[in-house]
């Protein structure tokens, strides 16, 4: 199973409130404006700044 489009439409960045979007292995959301990676364990987004990890 993975995130569904519905959740995706209304997830946002805890830092600049702008959209992510999925990455390409499915493990992780992106934040284009920040380029942070929330990482996705379980089917569960971690939305929490401290987690994030540059991306790229």
Same mark, same amino acid.
């Given at each position: =199973?993975s ?5 995706? @439409?209304?997830? +946002?960045?805890?830092? !600049?409130l702008? %959209? ?5 292995? %499915?493990? %992780?959301?992106? !934040?284009?404006? !920040? !380029? #942070?990676?929330? @990482? ?6 971690? =939305? #929490?700044?401290? @987690?994030?990890?540059? +991306? %790229?």
């Open positions: =199973m995130i569904s489009t519905q959740l995706l @439409e209304i997830l +946002a960045c805890p830092q !600049c702008n %959209g992510v979007r999925l990455n390409e292995t %499915g493990d %992780g959301l992106i !934040c284009d404006t !920040c !380029c #942070l990676v929330y @990482e996705v364990k379980d089917d569960i987004p971690i =939305m #929490l700044i401290s @987690e994030a990890k540059k +991306a %790229g």
